[in-house]
């Protein structure tokens, strides 16, 4: 059996090789970040994020002409603590183009890394794609001290060219690492060192220009997601509650008087409520307002009936995702349902 699937990978992979000489080709998608940033001198800290365009980050690494024929545009640019679900599905549905219908191998999205891991979890349930679609930012400006965006981008192509990072789902090429869509976290504030892997740690790395997996996901994603923005040009309302001692139900009371279709809680230890907060989330989920319960803390699921009993209320549990990335599964799945088994049935899928 082990013989047959080897052998049976060898004939995919011999089969989807490209002529020989022939290099891949690959598609730079820029919609900003600090790898876009400019600070004010090559020493500063202060800098603003998305300033320079496409040109100038192919301009900063000629050497990935040597890995791939590249060639780039630029979506948006912006600092991605201004990305919203809009360029979401623009970028989306861009991609999946590009790769279905443009010819090309893969997909390079330049970004920055505060909202990076968001992104990469709604790409990787609506891209409908094996090909690789590599996400890459940088910590420092492009024009500070050892800037850090040439290497990443180095990096992302040669990810994007490699055979090894095919249905993958979407990843993060970020400090010589690759990291997976659903369990890639940004840890640190500033550390060029900063995105980890969670639990399960990296998914592969890139050394010498050479992509070298060590595991696969084991969600579903990209083309075994049941999700598709390509009919969809708005998302459902999801927001977030962050959960605290003696926390104010004022928050929670706001989204649901907001019309919100559904709210996350980002709720102390194993997603538990503040009681003021458990009361308004029993009524908001008796109004049709679905609550999600994931957890402030940032490694451990977020387990279903334990400490709150969710079959219940009717709550869902985020199990392994973030609050972040549980509203982002929140608002695809109330595209397609809103019965709380159903949606908790997706979270334990994707
Ligand atoms: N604020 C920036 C952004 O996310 C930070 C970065 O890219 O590192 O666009």
Redesign the pocket.
């Known amino acids: 059996m082990r013989t047959l699937k080897h052998f049976m990978a060898l004939a995919l992979a011999l089969a989807m090789a490209l002529p020989i000489g022939a290099k891949p080709k690959i598609r730079i998608i820029a919609t ?4 876009a ?1 400019v600070s004010v001198t090559s020493a500063s800290t202060a800098y603003t ?2 300033q320079v365009g496409i040109q100038t980050l192919l301009d900063a690494v000629p050497q990935i002409l040597n890995l791939a024929d590249v060639d780039g545009e630029q979506l948006v640019n ?4 201004d990305m919203n679900d809009e360029v979401w599905i623009k970028l989306a549905k861009r991609i999946n183009e590009i790769l279905n219908d443009e010819g090309y191998d893969g997909v390079v999205v330049t ?6 891991e968001e992104t990469a979890y709604f790409l990787n349930l609506t891209v409908k794609s094996e090909k690789p679609v590599i996400l890459a ?3 420092r400006p492009s024009n500070a001290i050892s800037a850090d965006g040439p290497a990443n981008l180095y990096n992302a192509v040669a990810a994007a060219s490699s055979p090894a990072c095919r249905g993958m789902g979407v990843l993060c090429c970020m400090n010589n690492q690759l990291l997976d869509a659903k369990t890639v976290i940004k840890t640190h504030t500033i550390d060029c060192d900063t995105f980890e892997g969670g639990p399960s740690g990296i998914i592969g790395y890139i050394y010498n220009g050479e992509a070298h997996m060590l595991q696969t996901p084991n969600n579903k994603h990209t083309v075994n997601s049941v999700f598709d923005v390509s009919k969809i040009s708005r998302l459902p309302k999801v927001g977030i509650v962050y959960g605290y001692a003696n926390a104010s139900p004022i928050p929670m009371q706001a989204l649901v008087a907001a019309g919100f279709d559904g709210i996350v809680l980002a709720g102390v230890g194993d997603g538990n409520f503040y009681k003021d907060v458990f009361d308004v989330a029993v009524k908001a989920q008796e109004s049709g307002v679905q609550i999600v319960r994931s957890s402030r803390c940032p490694t451990g699921p977020t387990c279903l009936n334990s400490e709150v009993e969710d079959s219940k209320y009717h709550f869902v549990a985020s199990l392994d995702l973030n609050p972040q990335k549980a509203r982002i599964l929140l608002m695809l799945a109330l595209t397609k349902t809103h019965d709380w088994q159903e949606i908790q049935q997706l979270f334990k899928e994707y």
């Not at 912006?78 to 603590?81: A, L, V």
């Open positions: 900003g970040g600090t790898i940033g994020a998305g912006i600092g991605s603590q970004h920055g890394t505060d909202t990076m930012g940088s910590m």
